[in-house]
Each structure stands twice: as structure tokens, then as C-alpha cells.
């Protein structure tokens, strides 16, 4: 079992839609959670951390359920900008420097 | 202020050959792990320096390397190479060591092994 796991996707969404992506974790020593987004042969770029609280910034909002081990990511009103894959992101921050990521999930968002 | 910079862009080798990728962090930032990404999956650590200690390793053979120099710049160096390696290599830096700090990536090197 992989230390990340995420929906495998892909999602197909017309623009306007409201999407949701999933993440679980195995290692309940896990402090620090993100969500990245990928462009189709580009680096990773960091879209979001993930608080305890949950956080939105615009149309995301990050929330995260720590007894669950479970991660979550929702776009609403999806434009055809935010097609990209979406990895989760897991840091322990005893492992400095090191992210576990997820396999991502693929999100296309169609006019 | 410039981002995280590596080089080559782009490189093909053969088997059994070596291969050393670059990677300058941002200004500032004295932590830099490198990720192998092959298609499909998610990138996977491979290591982490911090101010030039390596300070984490992740399940990859002793065929890799890597070193960081005085002014925080980092190699990865990889050896006798198998057509497994051919990924896209990416570099991070973050200011300091521990995982609460923001990873930001470079444009990553493609390793094509032929």
C-alpha cells in the first residue's frame, strides 16, 4: 500500500462545475500537508497547504481530518485554467525535507 | 528574484553510462532535496541536504549520489545507468530543514536512457 493514496482519476468537468479530490495517508506521524499542482511536463508548484482548520483561498478550500488520515481538496466554479493534476503532499517533520507525494489525480475541465 | 535553476534541460545517454544533474536553489534557501517523477506517478525522494549534510535518503540503490557545495548548490549524480532511470529529475529547495517548510521546484531535467 502506497504511503499516499489519492482518487485515481481522471476527471472530466464542464467549466462552472464544482470538483473534489480525495487524499488518504498511512503515517499518523504526518505534520505537514499540501496540495501542488502539476502542468503537463512542468514542475510541481505549491497551490495550497493544508491546516488542521481547514483553509480556502478563492474558489479552493483545503480540509483535513487528521483521526481519518484523509485530505481534501474542492474547486468550485472550475475554469478551464485549473486543468492540471493535483498531488497530495505529506511531510513528517521528523524526515526534513522530504514530501511524499501521491500519484496525483488528472482534472480536465471542458468549455 | 530567480527560482530554482537547473541544467541540462534535456539529456539522453546510453546504459551503463553516468550521468550529473545540476540544481542552484533560491537565494536564501539552504535546503535542497531531489525527486525522481516517472510518467504517471508522483515524484519520489531520493535525497536532502542541508547545509551540506545529507540529511535524509529515500529507497534508491547506491548508484545515486549527490553532494552539496558551499553556496548551497546541489548534484545528483547517477551511475551505471538502466533504462529504469529515464525520469524527469527534480530539484527542490526550501529555507531551512523540516517539513513544514514550502518546497519550491525547479524546471527538473528529463533523463532519457537509451
Known amino acids: 500500500r502506497k504511503e499516499v493514496e489519492q482518487d485515481p482519476g481522471p476527471f472530466n468537468v464542464p467549466e462552472g462545475a464544482t470538483v473534489a479530490f480525495n487524499c488518504t495517508y498511512s503515517?499518523?506521524?504526518?505534520?505537514?500537508f499540501f496540495w501542488y499542482r502539476q502542468d503537463c511536463r512542468k514542475e510541481p508548484k505549491l497551490l495550497m497547504s493544508v491546516y488542521s482548520s481547514g483553509n480556502e483561498d478563492g474558489r479552493f478550500t483545503a480540509q483535513l481530518n487528521r483521526a481519518s488520515q484523509y485530505i481534501s481538496l474542492l474547486i468550485r466554479d472550475s475554469k478551464l485554467s485549473d486543468s492540471a493534476t493535483y498531488l497530495c503532499?505529506?511531510?513528517?517533520?521528523?524526515?526534513?525535507?522530504?514530501?511524499?507525494f501521491g500519484d496525483g489525480t488528472t482534472l480536465t475541465v471542458k468549455p | 528574484d530567480a527560482g530554482v535553476t537547473q541544467s541540462p534541460t534535456h539529456l539522453i545517454k546510453t546504459r551503463g553510462q553516468h550521468v550529473t544533474l545540476r540544481c542552484s536553489p533560491i537565494?536564501?534557501?539552504?535546503?535542497v532535496s531531489w525527486y525522481q517523477q516517472v510518467l504517471g506517478q508522483g515524484p519520489q525522494f531520493i535525497f536532502q541536504y542541508y547545509e551540506k549534510e545529507e540529511r535524509g535518503r529515500g529507497n534508491f540503490p547506491d548508484r545515486f549520489s549527490a553532494r552539496q557545495f558551499p553556496n548551497y548548490s546541489s548534484e545528483l549524480n547517477v551511475n551505471a545507468l538502466l533504462l529504469g532511470d529515464s525520469a524527469l529529475y527534480l530539484c527542490?529547495?526550501?529555507?531551512?530543514?523540516?517539513?513544514?517548510?514550502?518546497?519550491?521546484f525547479g524546471p527538473g531535467t528529463r533523463l532519457t536512457v537509451l
Open positions: 503515517n499518523s506521524a504526518s505534520q505537514s
Open positions: 537565494s536564501g534557501h539552504k535546503s
Open positions: 503532499v505529506v511531510n513528517t517533520n521528523t524526515n526534513a525535507g522530504k514530501s511524499t
Open positions: 527542490a529547495s526550501s529555507p531551512r530543514s523540516g517539513g513544514a517548510y514550502t518546497q519550491y
